[in-house]
Structure formats: C-alpha cells, structure tokens
Nanobody, 116 residues
Framework: QVQLVESGGGLVQAGGSLRLSCAAS????????MGWYRQAPGKQRELVAF???????YYADSVKGRFTISRDNAVNTVDLQMNSLKPEDTAGYYC??????????WGQGTQVTVSS
C-alpha cells in the first residue's frame, strides 16, 4: 500500500502561481509513475501531468508551458509548479501514484481556486 498526502493548494489571482506537493509513504519501492489529476465541479477527473521513475514527463495540452512536474525519489515527493494560472484551472487537485502492477493510489486532494 502507498499513502499520499498533498499540500499547497489555495486561492490565487489569475496570472499567479502555486506549488503543490505530494509526499508518498508506505510501499514506496513499488511506485512507478507519479502524477497529478484535477476535477472541477460537474466535470470528470482529468490527467494534468505525470512523471516516470526515470524522469520522463507528460502534460495535458491545457497546461503545457505553464505547469512543471518534478519528482524527488530520495524523499518520495512529487511537486507541481503552476504558473500563469487561469480561472479554468480551478479544481480539486489529486496526487496519484501507480505501482509496477498498475495499482493506482490517490491522495485526499487539495483545492486550487483561481479568481479572475
């Protein structure tokens, strides 16, 4: 089992920045990819970005050039630096980890609200 705890959400004006952090514990040796999803009210949860254990990254088109995902395997954390935030980025953001058997683990979520 893997436990994930997010931090760093909040309220920010459009154009501002926030940094989300996620700390993993438990069976961390089994973690392959880590990433961030978000879910806005009335919408499906969507992938924002992920990073492999080797450092390969993927970003949703809507956040390319504005968000940066990073991972520190030594302390088992994954961060999401969010710049040039837009009101449409408002959502609950969820940390995700996937192990080598493709089991998925989720954090409790952290709210990001971007005011116009």
């Amino acid at each position: 089992q893997v436990q994930l705890v997010e931090s760093g959400g909040g309220l920010v004006q459009a154009g501002g920045s926030l940094r989300l952090s996620c700390a993993a514990s438990g069976s961390i040796f089994s973690i392959a990819t880590m990433g961030w999803y978000r879910q806005a009210p009335g919408k499906q949860r969507e992938l924002v970005a992920f990073i492999s254990s080797g450092g390969s990254t993927y970003y949703a088109d809507s956040v390319k050039g504005r968000f940066t995902i990073s991972r520190d395997n030594a302390v088992n954390t994954v961060d999401l630096q969010m710049n040039s935030l837009k009101p449409e980025d408002t959502a609950g953001y969820y940390c995700n980890a996937q192990d080598s058997r493709l089991n998925a683990y989720w954090g409790q979520g952290t709210q990001v609200t971007v005011s116009s």
